[in-house]
C-alpha cells in the first residue's frame, strides 16, 4: 500500500501535506501541524477519557512517550495509508511505539469513550447533521 506521506523521509525538502501545513523542518514535525491533527480542543476531550500511564518497576529503561506526542502519530497512521513502519521520522518516535500505545488505548476501549464526547461536542457547535 502506497502511504501519503512517503516522501517525509525524503532529507532534501521540506515535505507539505495536502492542506499547506509544512510538516517537517529539520526532521522534526512542526506545531502547527499537530495542532491541527490534535486541536487543544480534541485534547481536552481525549484527555478526559484516556487511563493514566501504568507504572513501571524500578523506574527502568527508555522514558514513556508523553500521550500527547503518540497521537498525531496514530492519527497521521489512520487517515494517510501508511503502516506503522511507515510512520515518517518526523514525528519523533517510531512507529512500534504508536502502535503499541494505539493496542493499549484500543485494549482500555478509549476510542468507544471518545466517541460519544466528541458527537456530543459537534452537536453543541452545531457543526454534525
Known amino acids: ?25 529539520s526532521g522534526v514535525v512542526t506545531a502547527p501541524l499537530v495542532e491541527r491533527m490534535v ?4 485534547w481536552e476531550l481525549f484527555a478526559r477519557v484516556v487511563p493514566p ?8 529503561g ?7 506526542e503518540v497521537l498525531p502519530a496514530i492519527i497521521f497512521v489512520a487517515t494517510s495509508g501508511c503502516t506503522w513502519n511507515q510512520l515518517p521520522p518526523g514525528f519523533g518516535l517510531p512507529g ?17 469513550k471518545l ?11 452545531g457543526e454534525l447533521d
Open 1 to 25: 500500500m502506497e502511504c501519503a506521506g512517503e516522501d517525509f523521509a525524503h532529507p532534501d525538502h521540506l515535505d507539505v501535506i495536502s492542506f499547506g501545513v509544512i510538516l517537517r523542518q
Open 39 to 42: 486541536p487543544d480542543s480534541l
Open 53 to 60: 500511564a501504568p507504572e513501571r518497576p524500578q523506574g527502568g
Open 62 to 68: 527508555r522514558r514513556r512517550r508523553g500521550d500527547r
Open 96 to 112: 512500534v511505539t504508536a502502535f503499541r500505545r494505539f493496542t493499549e488505548w484500543s485494549e482500555a476501549r478509549v476510542w468507544a
Open 115 to 125: 466517541h460519544r464526547p466528541v458527537l456530543d461536542e459537534l452537536r453543541a457547535r
